[in-house]
């Protein structure tokens, strides 16, 4: 049962938008002939285990400033539901980073200062984004930081273990793939607007409101394909790039249903984003890999 309770805890339904984004900055370096595979190892266990961070502290901490309450309309919650309690959950969060920062230690050995310093940075951003006084998340400031982290640090910093640069291709990819990351927290948000509103966590769809929120998941979305493609055609990325765009009318029909329901039915559009983002990634890979 408990081994049950902490894999629900660590919800692995989110876990390939952590894999996606260093499947691409891999992809970037075996294009350009610089791929090495423990790097690219360590940064996917890296890349998983602060996501796992991410989702065991904003466990604990959106339930201590009682954003999660009676009636909660997303999964199920451990701390909430009692099945763990805060203390655990806080031990957790630290063994998770500590075994991450491992992982980071090799990486630093391999590309340098440059590693340490986004490797912390994604470390504090795990804990920033529920815990502490100004929390990311209550501030409104979730989806940039989304967008940083799950785009640019995320893509970009693989590839740079890799290669000890970044190419432009990783530049174009990672603004369209951290476009659609993003989309999956403003599904979240949208579902919980309610709930958060009350709870005072400020989250910019509470900030927002409903329509310009679905107009802002329509807008990443359109991002996430018209980027990789604004690469291509200034001759910064090759023409595989461009296979991303076979994920469009999934990307489009889930707009559409964005726009159209609410509350519990979120639910779905949540999963299917996520899915977008996976589909994003293996293509953006495969036409990198292809394209060489």
Same mark, same amino acid.
């Given at each position: 049962m408990?081994?049950?309770?902490?894999?629900?805890?660590?919800?692995?339904?989110?876990?390939?938008a952590?894999a996606?984004?260093?499947?691409?900055?891999?992809?970037?370096?075996?294009?350009?002939?610089?791929?090495?595979?423990p790097?690219?190892?360590?940064?996917? !266990?890296?890349?998983?285990?602060?996501?796992?961070?991410?989702?065991?502290?904003?466990?604990?901490?959106?339930?201590?400033k009682?954003?999660?309450r009676?009636?909660?309309?997303g999964?199920?919650?451990?701390v909430?539901?009692?099945?763990?309690?805060?203390?655990?959950?806080?031990?957790?969060?630290?063994?998770v980073?500590?075994?991450?920062?491992?992982?980071?230690l090799?990486?630093v050995?391999?590309?340098?200062?440059?590693?340490l310093?986004?490797?912390?940075?994604?470390?504090?951003?795990?804990l920033?984004?529920?815990a502490?006084?100004w929390?990311?998340?209550?501030?409104?400031?979730?989806d940039?930081?989304v967008?940083?982290?799950?785009g640019?640090?995320?893509?970009?910093?693989?590839?740079?273990?890799?290669?000890?640069?970044?190419?432009?291709?990783?530049?174009?990819?990672?603004?369209?793939?951290g476009?659609?990351?993003?989309?999956i927290l403003v599904?979240?948000?949208?579902?919980?607007?309610?709930?958060d !509103?009350?709870?005072?966590?400020r989250?910019?769809?509470v900030r927002?409101?409903?329509? !310009?929120?679905?107009?802002?998941?329509?807008?990443?979305?359109?991002?996430s394909f018209l980027?990789?493609?604004?690469?291509?055609?200034?001759?910064?990325?090759?023409w595989?790039?461009?296979?991303v765009?076979l994920?469009?009318?999934?990307?489009?029909w889930?707009i559409v249903r964005?726009?159209?329901?609410?509350?519990?039915?979120?639910?779905?559009s949540?999963?299917?984003?996520?899915?977008?983002?996976?589909?994003?990634?293996?293509?953006?890979?495969?036409?990198?890999?292809?394209?060489r």
């Open positions: 408990k081994l049950k309770v902490w894999w629900s805890a660590l919800r692995p339904a989110t876990l390939p952590a996606a984004p260093v499947a691409v900055g891999s992809a970037c370096a075996f294009a350009l002939g610089g791929f090495h595979a790097v690219a190892l360590a940064c996917l !266990a890296g890349a998983l285990l602060l996501q796992i961070a991410a989702n065991f502290a904003n466990d604990v901490y959106d339930f201590e009682g954003a999660d009676e009636g909660r309309l999964p199920p919650r451990a909430q539901q009692g099945w763990l309690t805060p203390a655990q959950m806080k031990r957790a969060v630290a063994l980073l500590l075994l991450a920062f491992l992982c980071g090799y990486l050995r391999v590309a340098g200062f440059p590693i310093v986004l490797g912390l940075a994604s470390m504090l951003a795990s920033a984004y529920t502490g006084p929390p990311l998340a209550y501030l409104g400031l979730g940039l930081f967008w940083i982290f799950f640019f640090v995320a893509v970009c910093g693989t590839a740079f273990a890799h290669l000890l640069r970044v190419p432009p291709v990783a530049w174009w990819s990672a603004l369209g793939l476009a659609q990351a993003t989309a599904v979240n948000n949208l579902r919980d607007i309610e709930g !509103a009350r709870a005072g966590k989250t910019l769809a927002l409101g409903r329509r !310009a929120s679905i107009a802002e998941y329509a807008l990443l979305a359109g991002i980027a990789p493609t604004l690469g291509w055609a200034m001759g910064q990325a090759p595989g790039i461009l296979l765009w994920a469009a009318p999934l990307s489009l889930r964005v726009a159209r329901d609410s509350g519990l039915a979120l639910n779905r949540l999963a299917g984003t996520g899915r977008i983002v996976a589909l994003q990634g293996l293509l953006l890979s495969l036409g990198l890999i292809v394209a």
